[in-house]
Nanobody, 127 residues
Framework: QVRLVESGGGLLQPGGSLRLSCAAS????????MGWFRQAPGKEREFVAA????????YYAGSVKGRFTISRDNAKNTVYLQMNSLKPEDTAVYYC????WGSGRRTSHYDYDYHYWGQGTQVTVSS
């Protein structure tokens, strides 16, 4: 079973950039596709981005496409979310999640496909 820990959240102004990290332990990250989700206060959790086991396939929500980049370093057992041109509506708790279906070969945007979750990291974008 893989364990996930997010880091890198914080408070920043609109237009700023931030990189989130998700460190895995317990099992090699290369066995999993990875996703980032977020949940704002009073809203449902929503998909942000996904990446397959080797980084060869990525998928983004329309609201972040062109601004966010998901990447992974399997040697470091870490997945990243680079967030640029941040907006107040990006404010949320960000979660990383792992999907082991097909040894990580799909990039799903459905949260029910991800069976392992981190505890989340807060990102607040405000002037």
């Amino acid at each position: 079973q893989v364990r996930l820990v997010e880091s890198g959240g914080g408070l920043l102004q609109p237009g700023g950039s931030l990189r989130l990290s998700c460190a895995a332990s317990g099992r090699a990250l290369s066995n999993y596709a990875m996703g980032w989700f977020r949940q704002a206060p009073g809203k449902e959790r929503e998909f942000v981005a996904a990446i397959n086991w080797n980084g060869g396939s990525t998928y983004y929500a329309g609201s972040v496409k062109g601004r966010f980049t998901i990447s992974r370093d399997n040697a470091k057992n870490t997945v990243y979310l680079q967030m640029n041109s941040l907006k107040p509506e990006d404010t949320a708790v960000y979660y990383c999640a792992a999907d082991d279906w097909g040894s990580g070969r799909r990039t799903s945007h459905y949260d029910y496909d991800y069976h392992y979750w981190g505890q989340g990291t807060q990102v607040t974008v405000s002037s």
